[in-house]
């Protein structure tokens, strides 16, 4: 009995099998159409025209740098100006030679600065945190301590080499304020900075060879002491004459 149980059982959820199928085949059929459709757009037509784009970017961006290396600024500038405004892997690459471009074909620091603002970022890629760090040199000059401080922002506290530039940069506009006690103590960190490039190292002590050692003035003495000082100095009165005997009166 229980073998013809199981038998029965077996034929029902065949037949159900057999039902559900021939009411769900179709689209069973169209979900797999649509999968291997997907796929061979992606292989076929999405692939294809990415791998284009991107090898006609990198073209654009040879040709860029081969007009900034002949020295043709307004060409470069125009290629890397839209290499950098097109959103894609190499707009920080970009803004940074068209930073670069501004800079040395006509001086405009302004320029460089702005084509670096919208990339440079200290959480950010290696690029994004050079751009933050050019930023700050070409705006250092019209800047106060305070804002170029907040330009940086935590650059300073970077580990890294970059970093170490950045505490430079700090150095060096402490020292052209007229702070020279804060120019000394920031370079003479730099120069024992793990992190300092040697080019940065040598700068340091090169600078602490110019910069004059500031001395401590001595404290004012206080009104107290003052007052003992000037009883103690105060010369001492002159003895009066000693009065004369009279005699033979």
């Known amino acids: 009995m229980s073998d013809i149980s199981k038998e029965v059982d077996e034929s029902i959820r065949q037949d159900r099998l057999e039902i559900w199928w021939k009411r769900y085949q179709f689209f069973v059929y169209g979900a797999v159409a649509l999968v291997i459709g997907a796929v061979a757009v992606n292989e076929f037509v ?90 700050a040199y070409f705006k250092a000059d019209g800047q106060s301590m305070t804002e170029l401080e907040a330009t940086l922002g935590s650059l300073v506290d970077d580990e890294g080499p970059l970093g170490a530039l950045a505490r430079e940069l700090v150095a060096a506009k402490a020292f052209a304020t007229g702070d020279t006690a804060r120019a000394r103590t920031e370079f003479n960190r730099l120069r024992f900075d793990a992190a300092a490039p040697e080019g940065v190292k040598r700068r340091a002590e090169l600078a602490l060879a110019a910069i004059p050692v500031v001395e401590e003035a001595a404290p004012a003495p206080d009104a107290a002491s003052r007052a003992e000082e000037t009883e103690t100095e105060a010369p001492a009165p002159a003895p009066a004459p000693a009065e004369s005997e009279e005699t033979g009166q």
Do not use: C, M, W
Request: net charge negative; proline share 3%.
């Open 46 to 135: 999405i692939v294809p025209r990415a791998e284009a784009a991107r090898t006609a970017r990198a073209l654009e961006l040879e040709q860029a740098l081969s007009e900034l290396h002949n020295g043709s600024y307004a060409a470069a500038e125009a290629a890397f100006a839209e290499l950098a405004n097109g959103g894609s892997k190499l707009a920080p690459l970009a803004a940074n030679y068209l930073a670069q471009v501004r800079f040395e074909g006509g001086g405009d620091a302004k320029g460089a600065a702005e084509a670096l603002a919208a990339i440079g970022a200290v959480e950010g890629t290696p690029f994004d945190r050079l751009a933050l760090l050019k930023k």
